[in-house]
């Protein structure tokens, strides 16, 4: 391949351990959003980092795995809209899954403004 673009979500930028979920939770802010929950903290990494939860009430494995596709893409083409270094978890809500990329992508945009007026979290 020449001229291949190498698009990835590295695991740098991804929200993997449990205690990593439960500080985001227990100390975050939430953006609520017609599609998803955004759950959000500070962090000093200097880079943001994305969990995302997408529970049975949303569909089967395939319509579940595709959300999350979804939002790591929003969130790979939109990571130089995050405000500043941020940990994130999104939590899908059941009819996140007949969104289209473009309306979750404009949700997370809106969320992420909100993300950039608040002070302090």
Known sequence: MVNATVEKFPHAVRVVRSADYRAIYDA???IYSSNFVLFSRRNALGRSRLGITVSRKVGGAVVRNRVKRLFREIFR???SQI???FDMVVNAKAGCAK???DGLR???LVA???LGDRKGR
């Open 28 to 30: 975050g802010g939430k």
């Open 77 to 79: 083409r939109s990571s």
């Open 83 to 85: 405000p500043s270094p």
């Open 99 to 101: 969104a289209g990329y």
């Open 106 to 108: 404009a949700e997370f």
């Open 112 to 114: 992420m403004r909100k």
